[in-house]
């Protein structure tokens, strides 16, 4: 029903933190900042999916209150555990395959810095 929000909430987070490192402007947050430009990808991308799912469902219309769970309290209830339970889930899974990710690519970056045997 609203799976979605979460993700966008995560995403809004990540990219607020996002443009403060890019500011910051030292070669180290700016680093940070492309990785978490990625992230902000995934997480925007899999959100607007999600959402744009919904809106085919007809669960978010475009009149208040937008969320058509929210017309009535035992689908609002059924709503919210779905976003504690699949929206997080979802949030946690995207956030780990993006940690991987950097994790592999960090790995690999200092293979290509540092070839086996000491020279560069």
Do not use: Y
Not at 10 to 22: G, S, Y
Not at 35 to 63: C, D, I, Q, T, Y
Not at 66 to 89: I, R, W, Y
């Amino acid at each position: 029903m609203a799976c979605f929000v979460v993700p966008a909430g995560e995403a809004i987070i990540t990219t607020v933190a996002e443009k403060i490192l890019e500011k910051n402007g030292s070669d180290k947050t700016k680093e940070l900042s492309s990785k978490l430009k990625v992230l902000n990808g995934m997480l925007w991308g899999g959100s607007a999916l999600l959402a744009f799912e919904h809106v085919w469902h007809g669960e978010v219309v475009p009149f208040f209150p937008f969320l058509t769970a929210m017309n009535d309290p035992a689908d609002t209830a059924e709503m919210l555990a779905e976003m504690s339970t699949v929206g997080v889930t979802m949030a946690l899974v995207v956030t780990a395959v993006w940690a991987v990710g950097v994790g592999i690519s960090s790995v690999i970056k200092r293979n290509i810095k540092a070839p086996e045997g000491g020279q560069a």
